[in-house]
């Protein structure tokens, strides 16, 4: 059986990282589903998914990692071609993806104790984003 749902978030933009666990748990409890799968995507280009201890200093030292692979100094041709300024963006988010997979038991998240998911939002104003959840279990 395959159920959809979208989450709506409003972000900060820039590097915002949002902790999305119970809003992916609250969206499997409505589905009915037992076991499974929830792949979960990010329509767009300067967004993505992962999992992470969600705790500040975690928060940080992503942060710190993103300006050090991608930093906002750099030239990027994406900016010469286009000119909307997030060149950085789109590099960032691309070496995430747009993209995550977690499976679920008994109508639970299979995660490890301080394991989250988290969604970042690389453009470089705050926007508001849309999240497809796609459940297949049964």
Known sequence: MVRKEIVTLNTKGDG???EITGQVQGA???????????????PG????LTTLEH??????????L???VAPRAAEYEHDRTIGDGNGRA????????P????????????????????????????????LVLQFLGE
Request: hydrophobic share 45%.
């Open 16 to 18: 915002d990282v949002v």
């Open 99 to 130: 993209s995550l997979t977690v499976p679920f038991e008994d109508g639970r998240l299979i995660l490890g104790r301080w394991q989250r998911i988290i969604f970042i939002d690389f453009d470089t104003r705050p926007r508001s984003r849309e």
């Open 90 to 97: 789109h590099v960032r988010a691309a070496l995430f993806g």
């Open 28 to 42: 499997l409890a409505r589905t009915g589903l037992r076991q499974g799968a929830v792949v979960l995507f990010v």
């Open 45 to 48: 280009a300067t967004g993505a």
């Open 66 to 68: 993103f300006e050090r």
């Open 55 to 64: 705790e500040p200093g975690a928060v940080k030292d992503m942060a710190t």
